[in-house]
């Protein structure tokens, strides 16, 4: 197996992430083995991790290609909030990738909202999370990431790309797994405290892709043509349209190009 738990917790400096890390050479999703685990009684901040994936999956059950040379992991969360809550994880977690990204690799890339990152116009990462709740609380999120870290282009879908190829060098997978942990834990300590994510809602609108431009967001309830103005600090888009401004708690994002739309970023 390329990465070792020895290898990781070198580069750790993250507490929480180091109680329980499992480790596997192929699985069918590292989710619903986390699940499992979390059921049985692992504590938050347990990980796992996976070489490859056979039936990874994307939000909307899309599949979510895992060959070797990735990074396919999941970590238990259980914040002490209600479920409206949720989403906002996810988009910590995006900004911690974007912040480690830079750190390891040396590459600026964008969160494309709520759980994409993007680089020069490509996918290059996934976060999906699953959750448990009742009607108050939260009992534990799921949450799913991946990267295209080590991958040949030709392994991955036309729309999406990899740090190796962007960077034109290899990317030390546990270094870079480290950095994210690490940045992940720091971010949610201070998430809990401030219990949004107005701390972050500054640096997360300068990484945000297609703000300022024309785009159509689509949801389950309705779908939306506007300027993408940021995030606000409950994590939902902030959009102007012709006749008001309207706040989205989900969607995705459809690009506007004169009449006829582009979809990006699918797994």
Not at 125 to 149: D, K
Request: hydrophobic residues 40%.
């Amino acid at each position: 197996m390329n990465i070792t738990k020895e290898k990781i917790l070198v580069n750790l400096i993250s507490g929480m992430f180091a109680r329980q890390i499992h480790l596997f050479e192929e699985v069918p999703s590292t989710q619903d083995i986390l699940r499992t685990l979390i059921v049985s009684g692992s504590p938050e901040g347990t990980i796992v991790i996976s070489e490859t994936q056979t039936e990874g999956r994307g939000q909307l059950g899309r599949e979510w290609i895992s060959p070797e040379g990735g990074l396919w992991f999941s970590i238990a969360l259980i914040p002490p909030f209600g479920p409206e809550v949720a989403p906002q994880i996810t988009l910590l977690a995006a900004f911690s990738i974007v912040q480690a990204i830079s750190d390891i690799v040396g590459l600026s890339a964008m969160i494309k909202w709520p759980n994409d990152i993007f680089i020069n116009g490509k996918k290059v990462a996934g976060i999906l999370g699953e959750m448990s709740s009742h009607r108050v609380a939260i009992r534990y999120i799921a949450l799913g990431i991946g990267i295209n870290v080590n991958i040949l282009l030709e392994k991955l879908p036309p729309y999406a790309t990899s740090l190796q190829n962007e960077a034109q060098r290899k990317i030390p997978l546990e270094e870079l797994l480290a950095s994210i942990l690490n940045h992940f834990e720091n971010n949610y300590r201070i998430f809990k405290e401030s219990k949004d994510m107005s701390p972050f809602q500054e640096k997360i609108n300068e990484m945000l892709l297609y703000r300022g431009e024309m785009v159509k967001v689509t949801s389950l309830q309705e779908i939306i043509q506007g300027t993408v103005v940021g995030v606000y600090q409950d994590g939902r888009l902030i959009i102007n349209t012709v006749a008001e401004q309207k706040m989205l708690s989900s969607g995705e994002i459809v690009v506007c190009c004169g009449s006829s739309p582009e979809e990006y970023g699918k797994f």
